[in-house]
Structures are given as C-alpha cells and as structure tokens.
C-alpha cells in the first residue's frame, strides 16, 4: 500500500484535534466525586458499557455501528461546547451549534471518512434505528449511574426534580426496554435517599 501524504494529513490533523475533547467538561461528576468528567472520558465509558450490556439491547445489533457513534457522538463538543441537558437557554440552539460543529470537524477527514463519520453521528442525533436508540439509551443510563454513585450529582447541585430526570430517561424505555425497570427502581431509591426531588 502506497502512502497517500494528503490523505494521511488529513486523518493525523482529526486524530490530533480529537485531543481537545479531554478538555471538554460535563456537568457530571466522575463517581468518586473528585472532579467533573471530560466528554472523552464519557465517551469511552459509555461505549464500554456497550460491549457489558450489549445482551440488553431489544434485538440483534450492529455492535460496531453501535460502538462508532458512541465514540463519535459527542466529538462536536470540541467546537460546539457541552450542553447541560437541563439548561434550558443553553439547550435553545444546541441543535444549530452541534451541527455547524459537525460540518466543520467531519470536513477535516478525507470525503470517503468524513461522509461515513457523519452519517454516524446523524444517526445517533435522529435516534430513529435500533443501534442509535441502544446508543441514546446507554448515554442517558451512564448519566443516572453517575448521579446515584455522587450522592445525587448533578441533580442535586442544579435541585432537579424527578419528573424532568424520567422525561431525560425515557429514551432508555424504548432503546433498551430491559433496563427500563432498574431505571424505575433507581429513581424510587434515589427519592428515598433524598438524592433527587420529587
């Protein structure tokens, strides 16, 4: 095989800019309380519980497209910011942010990469297959492990309600339906234990 040096460029350019999501930080506290998490580390976490909870999916998957659009799915932050999902303002043009954020970070990669990286992270923002419905439903459930092992997280600093964190949940219903009673009981235990309002 015969380098291609503008090819090679390109891919080395995206590699070196996919360094900058280690600065991005969530809201969400890592779950020894210790600091906030950065959008890498969130998205390797989650595409590793892709390959622990892939048995719960609600069919036979593409496991690989599954993984690609969890690693993929929140690279756009690097330009585009993290979005608390329960900020309302910041979540007002979040749509528009994220996509202009997309075109400009999928542009750097040859044509061939760039059409096939974003056609990923398409799929995940409609949501509308079963590999992006699994994908969305372990990005909400990793969301409620954190806040449960933070003693309430993120819910607790910003007094958010029971009902707007079942609403953020209900993806998971639908994604991964075998998670969804585990969701309920985690909720219930969280009101008990005060770590989320009801």
């Known amino acids: 095989m015969t ?18 999501l280690k600065q991005v930080l969530r809201q969400n506290l890592v779950m020894d309380e210790s600091r906030r998490e950065n959008s890498a580390e969130h998205s390797w976490h989650i595409a590793t519980m892709a390959m622990v909870l892939a048995e719960y999916a609600p069919q036979a998957l593409d496991q690989l497209r599954v993984l690609k659009m969890l690693l993929l799915h929140d690279v756009i932050e690097i330009e585009a910011g993290d979005t608390f999902c329960f900020d309302l303002e910041g979540n007002k ?34 949501g509308e297959t079963a590999e992006a419905g699994f994908a969305n439903s ?27 964190v079942i609403q953020r949940m209900l993806p998971i219903k639908e994604g991964a339906p075998a998670l969804w009673p585990l969701v309920e009981s985690y909720l219930e235990e969280a009101c008990a234990q005060g770590l989320l309002k009801e």
Do not use: C, Y
């Open 3 to 20: 380098l291609d040096m503008n090819r090679i460029k390109q891919q080395i350019d995206f590699i070196e800019r996919l360094d900058q």
């Open 93 to 126: 043009d979040k749509e528009a942010r994220e996509r202009r954020a997309a075109d400009q970070l999928f542009s750097m990669l040859p044509v061939d990469q760039a059409g096939e990286f974003r056609g990923i992270w398409d799929e995940f923002e409609t």
């Open 138 to 164: 372990l990005d909400r459930f990793q969301v409620l492990l954190q806040n449960l092992n933070t003693r309430g997280g993120t819910w607790r600093i910003h007094a958010i309600e029971k009902a707007r």
